[in-house]
């Protein structure tokens, strides 16, 4: 895949120790924490609903820290400095919106999914079916696409490894942690790779900074890290190659985070308000992320497992972003080449090679042993990454489109319909891999294509938590308006060849002096606007069936235990179908058979519901009565917190404000 300058390094034997003893540790570590859970609906997709906010605000980390991070960050911050570090601290704000104002909704509300809760919301299929389809193209298409893109690029440079056997082999295991323990085991999986992506990344960030001689003489050294070909044509005017020249040289602002209004790769005003957009799409309405704030035990460990998050989102700049700058100064002439033949030639793309600067740092400054630590990290960030999409992908299409064809599927065919849909993704992104190696600068690829199609997706969901007023004819204008227009800018873009900096390419104005970022506000704006105009001209949805659904309307409670059993959401009702009860004594019986008189299983059907992760429901029926169900309900809807706990993660959000902001003056 890549040339020789960077291709060629074997595994030391103390470097596959590293990486196999890594497997075992995680494998042992999801296998044990899936156990109590298996079995269940609740158990592999909400993980019982009993997560600490210890390994909740890892796995929110981990899940967003991907192989696609390591590679994109670290090569952006090579090309353009640490100006990329602003999508890692914007998240911190967004967080705190996440957990104080959009999961206390979803929780009041009882759901699983978030197209669920848009059904739940605003009634009606369509919406409800097109935010699931939607999702499931996303994290095709996008987030497994760049994970696998990116980790296929490290080990293959460190491994000499076939890419397609290597993507194929961390599928598998993706799949299989997925497929066996449902979501415990992905967020017990993501807390144990937390530990190693940081303390990897740490070793590395420290031997970097010892290499180029410290802080100040990265600063320094970086804006002077050009390549030999750069100085060559700089200096040549009369030469073609002249053209390229600029390229070469990093800007200026390479060490701010706000940036001029037309800066072409980070303006100030797409970074405040239109990467914010994007942010609260992917950080509170998104499936992934959303999933496992909604598996901490109560409202109390669902803001801890914020804050941790939060913290946390700190480190990329010093532990990607600062080496991704000093992979450009040790390694100028690779990381910063500028002739497109030149470039070919070292990374087999045409269009710069600052994707390698992650590898190439790891590669040659790291002794045998940690280079297996590292080559871990980066599996352990891909894994974390596909198994919480593999998760979150099969939880909406079992609840959110199966289940629309499916109604009253029982609880044994969702969780082998789950586990199929898992291994149907993994298919498609491996047929999906070819497309993904010829696409050029896959971190802006990704945030471009967030930006054509998120906005409308937070427009409604952001109208639909605090405007009770939205109705369901005006969400659906507004996304399927947001969808053509967002389309229309994507299919146009996209037309156009990739061309290498210094050459002129074909796209018009309209496309090129209308960044991304801000597009996205753009079409934020108008979707609200169109939302708002057609709610305000049709029928309203009425008051009480508004109930918990809304930021104002979260913190209703029934008044009559008749209003809570008709107030219990799908989810749960879902597990009583079989269960009929009488309206008048509102006593329940079970019509779901026993294991009296039943001749024993055979062995082969044994290993089948342990594989698909259903050999409780097999061997016992789960059976609730009325009373089990209303505190069920009562435990999966409430939101209370205790008073100290409250004013805890209170001041903590606080800190975490004061302490980014503090950042984004310090580095204006």
Request: proline share 4%.
């Amino acid at each position: 895949m890549a040339g020789d300058t960077i291709s060629g390094t074997a595994l030391h034997w103390g470097d596959i120790v590293v990486i196999v003893a890594y497997f075992v540790i995680v494998i042992a570590a999801g296998i044990l924490a899936s156990c109590g859970n298996r079995g269940s609906i609740r158990g592999y997709f909400l993980a019982g609903r009993n997560m600490h906010w210890i390994p909740v605000g890892a796995s929110l980390f981990a899940s967003n820290i991907g192989s696609g991070h390591f590679v994109g960050l670290a090569g952006s911050g090579a090309a353009t400095g640490i100006g990329i570090a602003a999508f890692e601290l914007n998240a911190i704000f967004i967080l705190i919106l996440l957990a104080w104002v959009f999961v206390p909704v979803y929780i009041s509300a009882g759901v699983y999914t978030m197209p669920e809760y848009i059904n739940k919301r605003f009634g009606g299929k369509r919406i409800h079916l097109y935010l699931s389809c939607l999702a499931l193209l996303l994290y095709i298409f996008t987030k497994i696409s760049a994970d696998l893109y990116s980790g296929a690029l490290f080990i293959t440079l460190a491994a000499n490894m076939n890419i397609y056997l290597a993507v194929l082999i961390l599928l598998v295991i993706s799949a299989l942690f997925t497929i066996g323990g449902g979501l415990t085991a992905v967020i017990w999986t993501d807390f144990v790779q937390t530990f190693i992506m940081i303390i990897g990344a740490f070793i590395l960030m420290i031997m970097s900074f010892i290499e180029v001689g410290g802080y100040e003489q990265l600063v320094d050294r970086y804006f002077q890290s050009w390549s030999n070909t750069t100085r060559d044509y700089l200096f040549n005017t009369t030469s073609p190659m002249h053209k390229y020249a600029e390229c070469g040289i990093p800007p200026k602002n390479a060490m701010s985070l706000l940036r001029a209004y037309d800066d072409p790769n980070l303006p100030w005003p797409g970074v405040m308000f239109g990467l914010t957009v994007s942010a609260v799409w992917y950080w509170c309405t998104d499936q992934v992320i959303v999933q496992r704030s909604l598996a901490a035990k109560n409202m109390t460990h669902s803001k801890g497992g914020a804050i941790l998050a939060g913290y946390l989102k700190f480190l990329p700049l010093w532990l990607i972003v600062f080496p991704g700058m000093i992979a450009r100064i040790l390694f100028p002439n690779e990381v910063g080449c500028v002739d497109p033949d030149e470039c070919e030639k070292i990374c087999s793309s045409r269009t710069g090679c600052t994707n390698i600067a992650y590898p190439k740092l790891v590669l040659k400054i790291m002794p045998n042993g940690l280079k297996g630590l590292m080559l871990a990290v980066m599996m352990s960030a891909l894994i974390s990454s596909l198994t919480s999409i593999f998760n979150s992908s099969s939880t909406i299409f079992t609840m959110d489109i199966w289940k629309q064809f499916r109604p009253k599927a029982s609880d044994r065919e969702l969780m082998i319909v789950g586990r199929v849909a898992v291994l149907f993704l993994a298919a498609v992104s491996i047929v999906w891999i070819p497309i993904v190696q010829n696409v050029p600068q896959m971190f802006n690829y990704i945030q471009s294509v967030t930006s054509y199609l998120a906005p409308p997706v937070c427009a409604i969901f952001v109208l639909g938590v605090f405007w009770k007023r939205t109705n369901e004819l005006g969400a659906f204008v507004g996304l399927m308006s947001g969808l053509f227009i967002g389309l229309l800018r994507f299919i146009w873009e996209f037309s156009y060849a990739n061309v290498p900096c210094g050459e002129e390419g074909s796209r018009p104005s309209i496309i090129t002096d209308v960044h991304y970022l801000h597009f996205g506000l753009i079409l934020f704006g108008i979707v609200i606007f169109i939302t708002v105009a057609v709610s305000l001209v049709s029928k309203p949805k009425p008051p009480h069936e508004l109930h918990n659904l809304t930021y104002w309307t979260r913190n209703w409670k029934p008044l009559s235990k008749a209003s809570t059993v008709s107030n219990i959401s799908g989810s749960v009702a879902s597990k009583l179908e079989s269960m009929e009860c009488k309206s008048e004594s509102m006593e329940c019986k079970s019509e779901r058979p026993t294991n009296e008189n039943k001749s024993p299983t055979k062995w082969y059907v044994t290993a089948f519901n342990w594989i698909c992760g259903i050999e409780k429901l097999a061997q016992q029926p789960e059976e609730l009565t009325l009373e089990q169900k209303i505190e069920l309900h009562e435990k999966m809807t409430n939101i209370d917190e205790k008073p100290k706990w409250k004013r805890f993660t209170n001041l903590n959000a606080i800190a975490l404000i004061v302490l980014a902001t503090f950042l984004w003056g310090f580095y204006h």
